[in-house]
């Protein structure tokens, strides 16, 4: 028998922040005007998350209109130089329908015993109903998100343009037990709207790549910090 690994949720907050890098440069912060992929991969992990798979994002759909709004924050200054103003510009009242699955980490073959399709497509549901089992943030920590179970039809009072090109976009990082494994790696690809919805491609199919550092994996033991699947799931 085959369990589902799929889950959709409906995700919105008064205040998103998907930073683009190129203007972090000065201080000052300015929001995509869509989310990265992997803002949602970790919204997705703040739902439900096991070291044992990985959150693999299809979709998302935007569900309100394109709204920003800029504020004067002052960072915290390190050593003795003075705190000075910087403009962060915001997304407002966002709204998404998020499509994910979840897939079996491959190079976690030491947490084999874990692989409960049943288990995990479960305990992701219910967390999904609960609103999460961490503290959910668009893009950042100030800007708190919410999550609820998608309704059967969800309205739109969106109406996007046939089609959108967003140019060369951040999509997300792979990490030590992550993509090739043993690195941490930046992605970015070419992101394009259809009719308000972004299908994203795989981490592996992201044509421009950048290794940041070498980053060794966690170990993780059975009966020291990983609970076998019966006592999890009775």
Not at 59 to 83: C, E, H, T
């Amino acid at each position: 028998m085959e369990y589902q690994n799929a889950v959709a949720f409906l995700l919105t907050g008064r205040y998103a922040l998907f930073s683009d890098p190129v203007t972090r440069v000065g201080g000052e912060k300015s929001s995509y005007l869509v989310p990265t992929y992997e803002a949602l991969k970790g919204v997705c992990e703040s739902i439900y998350w096991k070291p044992t798979f990985q959150w693999h994002v299809d979709s998302v759909r935007v569900l309100a209109p394109f709204q920003s709004q800029s504020k004067g924050v002052r960072p915290i200054s390190l050593g003795s130089a003075p705190a000075t103003l910087s403009i962060y510009t915001y997304l407002k009242d966002v709204r998404y329908e998020v499509r994910a699955h979840f897939e079996w980490n491959p190079l976690r073959e030491d947490l084999a015993a874990d692989r409960n399709d049943h288990k995990h497509y479960f305990m992701a549901k219910r967390s999904i109903e609960r609103g999460g089992r961490r503290d959910v943030f668009l893009g950042t920590r100030e800007c708190q998100g919410y999550v609820e179970p998608l309704g059967e039809a969800e309205e739109s009072p969106f109406e996007p343009l046939e089609t959108m090109d967003f140019g060369l976009m951040f999509h997300g990082f792979d990490y030590g037990d992550e993509g090739a494994g043993g690195q941490l790696v930046a992605r970015f690809w070419h992101p394009k709207m259809e009719r308000g919805v972004i299908t994203f491609p795989r981490p592996e199919a992201c044509p421009v790549r950048r290794v940041i550092k070498p980053m060794e994996r966690k170990s993780f033991v059975l009966g020291e910090n990983l609970r076998p699947v019966e006592e999890e799931c009775p």
